[in-house]
């Protein structure tokens, strides 16, 4: 995982003077790159021993290796995307239409990337096996989270398995309770911390039922109590209506996950697929008419 990366997951779990400088940085990158340490903490109106603790929070030894892990990270992905001198920052007001939007391209295309370059392809395997075989699998999520439960859900459905997407925490919760050990239970949290989604999981566990979390915080417990865990990796903008660029990295893990599930009944998912395709094209018809 990216050093910018690192630093925004760490951002909600820091102490408040920590997360302050997560924050500044978060904002504009470019500032470690351009800024003594003493004029870092200014900025961001702490001590210098507190940017000291932020470097060994986030696994860095200190603010020299900062500051070079940061300008080589900058320089490889302003060159990867061809960007402006302003990769890496927040999208901000000054920003025209065209560079905001290569904000966002650029960040959601690193999600991707960087949650399959560091995807636990052992864990993934595990969920994969425990889906193929599960009588029942349950869904749930808040929010943006909710919607990618809902593509994984209609796609293990097209496929012929008994997928059910609950719509509400009442409902997984409820849901939840009626799990056995033949059954699964996926819960996606980018933070890992929605109540609901850890309630629903904890339901789940209780009931017997095998669980999966998908989220970007591995320390958190909705990740760590889970029986297998597949972590995203996502720099998510402080400028959005709910998750956006979480959203893309969930997404790349379901479909991961959705490929190595039908790769294991190849044919029959095939034909399921085209079954199902072939079913609907009278409503397509009709919806152009």
């Known amino acids: ?27 504009t990158p470019s500032i470690v790159v351009d800024s003594t340490i003493t004029e870092l903490a200014t900025t961001c109106e702490t001590s210098v021993a507190s940017v000291i603790r932020f470097c060994r929070a986030i696994g860095i030894d200190g603010y020299a290796t900062l500051r070079r892990a940061v300008a080589a990270e900058l320089g490889r992905e302003s060159a990867q995307f061809r960007a402006s001198s302003g990769f890496g920052s927040e999208i901000s007001a000054a920003d025209s239409l065209r560079q905001a939007t290569a904000k966002i391209a650029a960040l ?7 949650t399959i370059a560091a995807l636990d392809y052992d864990a993934l395997a595990r969920a994969v096996e425990a889906v193929d075989v599960a009588d029942r699998i349950v869904l749930f999520g808040v929010g943006a989270s909710g919607l990618v439960a809902a593509d994984l859900g209609q796609k293990l459905l097209r496929i012929g398995r008994l997928a059910v997407v609950a719509s509400d925490s009442h409902e997984a919760t409820a849901v939840a309770a009626l799990g056995s050990r033949s059954s699964v239970a ?32 591995a320390a958190s417990p909705f990740a760590a109590d889970a029986d297998h865990a597949l972590l995203t990796h996502a720099r ?4 959005r209506a709910g998750a956006m660029v979480s ?20 044919d029959a998912t ?4 085209q079954r199902t395709s072939q079913a609907t094209q009278p409503l397509h018809a009709a919806d152009a008419g």
Request: glycine fraction near 6%; charged fraction near 15%; proline fraction near 3%.
């Open 1 to 27: 995982m990216s050093v910018q990366t690192t630093i925004a997951a760490a951002s909600d779990t820091l102490p408040p003077s920590l997360a302050r400088i997560a924050r500044v940085i978060a904002q």
């Open 108 to 114: 959601e295309l690193l999600a991707i990337e960087e």
């Open 186 to 217: 996926i819960g996606l949290s980018h933070s890992g911390t929605t109540r609901e989604t850890v309630t629903f999981l904890q339901s789940a566990r209780s009931a017997g039922s095998v669980t999966i979390a998908i989220s970007g915080n």
């Open 236 to 239: 998510e903008p402080r400028l």
């Open 247 to 266: 959203r893309i990295a969930q997404l790349a893990v379901v479909d991961c996950l959705f490929v190595g599930i039908g790769q294991r009944r190849h």
């Open 270 to 273: 095939v034909d399921a697929l």
